[in-house]
C-alpha cells in the first residue's frame, strides 16, 4: 500500500520510523514543508503531487488543526484515497461531512487515534456498539492535563511550570489552550459518543470548563480532604438526548482514577448488557498514537471500508437533568455548592467573560 504521509512532527516522524519497518506500508512520499535529508522515502512540498499520484491508495494525515487539514482530507477522500487521520478537532468538527464524503467514494475514514492515544478506543466502541447499547463513556481522554494535575498533586509544583514540561515532552498541542482548556478532551468525546451512541452531536452544544485556573492551593485544598483532580469527559444517552459535559472531577485518593498518572487516559464505557469496560494506557505521545495509525492502515489493508458507523441520529445535548455537588473557589474564597452542570457551567462562562480568578471540579463516585 503506497501511503502520502502529511505532516512530519511528533507523530508523524513516529509513525514513519514504525511504518518502515513493515514491507506493506513502507512506501511513503512524504509531504512537509521543511527536506529532510537524513529520510529516504520520497518527499514534497506540494501536496497536489501526493493527489495527482494515482498509485498512493492512503493518505495518513498528522499535521493537525483544520487547515490545511481539511482541504487536504476531502480533496483525497474525493479523489478516491483511504485517509487515515489522528486528527480530534478535523474529524469532531466536520463529522458529517467528511463521513458522507468517504461513503459517496467508496473508500475508508479511520482515526482511531483520534482518542485514547495508543489506546484501541474507537475501534472497540465501535465493535460494541454493533451487538449493545452503550449508555455511557466517560473517563481521562487529554494526557497533557492528566500530566500536569498528576505533576501538580505529586509535586505541589505549579501549573505553568508543569505545562512547559508536556509541551517539551510532546503530549501537549501545538498551541496547548486546546488541551488545557478542555476543548481536546470535548473533541474525543464527541467522537466517542457519536460513535458509542449512533448519533452526531456537535463540539459547540458541549459544555467545557478545563484546568487553566487551577492553584496550587486547590491542590492542596483537595488534598486535605483526601481527593485527587482529573479533568473528565463524560457522555450519558438520556432518552432521545445526550448529557454530554467537560470539566475538572474530585476522585477519592483511594480509587482508581486517584492512580492515572503522567500522560496516560483511562476512559470507561457503559453498556447495558456487557456491563462496565474500562481501557486506561498513553493517551498522547508520539509512538503511542502512531502505533494506532499504523494500526488504522494495516485495518484498509484488510479491506475495512467503512466508517466506525453509519448511524447518526441528530439529537441535542442537555444537561438539565444532572445535579452534583461542586467545589467553587471565586478569587480566594472557596465554597461547595449543589449545581445542575448546566448551572455550574453558566456560572464558569460568567466568571470567563469577567476575566475573574475562578476554579470549579465537581465531586465525583469513581464512574
Ligand atoms: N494533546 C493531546 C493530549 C495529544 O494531551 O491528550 C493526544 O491526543
Redesign the pocket.
Known sequence: MKIGLLGYGTVGSAFYAMAIEHPETSDITLLDLKRHDDLTCRQTADFQDILRDESIGTVVELIGGLHPAYEFVSSALKSGKHVVTAN?QLVSACYDELIALAEENSVSLRCTAAAG?GIPWLHSLARLAECDRITSVSGIM???TNYILSAMTEQGTEYADNLREAQRLG???ADPTA?VEGY?ACRKLVLSANIAFGVSIREAEVPCFGISGITAQDIAAFKRLGLVCKLIAHADRAGDQVAACVEPMLFPVSGQMAHVNG?DNLISLHAERVGTQRFAGA??GGFA?ASNVLADCFEIMRGCGAFYTSRRDAVSVNNAALTQRYYVRAGEEAASRTMTVAEAHAMADQFKKERKPFFMAAASEER
Open positions: 480530534k492515544g487529554n494526557g497533557t503530549y501537549a498541542e488541551d481536546d500522560p493517551g498522547a498514537t
